[in-house]
Nanobody
Framework: QVQLVESGGGLVQAGGSLRLSCAAS????????MGWYRQAPGKERELVAA???????NYADSVKGRFTISRDYAKNTVYLQMNSLKPEDTAVYYC?????????WGQGTQVTVSS
């Protein structure tokens, strides 16, 4: 069993920055990919950014150049540095960890960007 604990969400003005963190815990886990998704009210959950064990990144077009994903492989932790935030970035942000045979989600952290 894997548990994901997220932190770092909050309220920020447009143009501001936030850094999200997600720490995975569990016995003997080997994580392939860690990523961030978000879900705004009335919308489907969408990929924001993901980073594979091999270092391959994948970003949504809407966040390219503004968000940066990184990982501490030793700590099984993934980060999302969000700069130049826009009101349309407002959503609940979820961390996801893909293992070889299963996937796990965090509980979500609210990010609100005011105009």
């Amino acid at each position: 069993q894997v548990q994901l604990v997220e932190s770092g969400g909050g309220l920020v003005q447009a143009g501001g920055s936030l850094r999200l963190s997600c720490a995975a815990s569990g016995s003997g886990i080997s994580i392939k990919t860690m990523g961030w998704y978000r879900q705004a009210p009335g919308k489907e959950r969408e990929l924001v950014a993901a980073l594979s064990r091999g270092g391959v990144t994948n970003y949504a077009d809407s966040v390219k150049g503004r968000f940066t994903i990184s990982r501490d492989y030793a700590k099984n932790t993934v980060y999302l540095q969000m700069n130049s935030l826009k009101p349309e970035d407002t959503a609940v942000y979820y961390c996801k960890a893909d293992l070889w045979t299963s996937s796990y989600w965090g509980q979500g952290t609210q990010v609100t960007v005011s105009s």
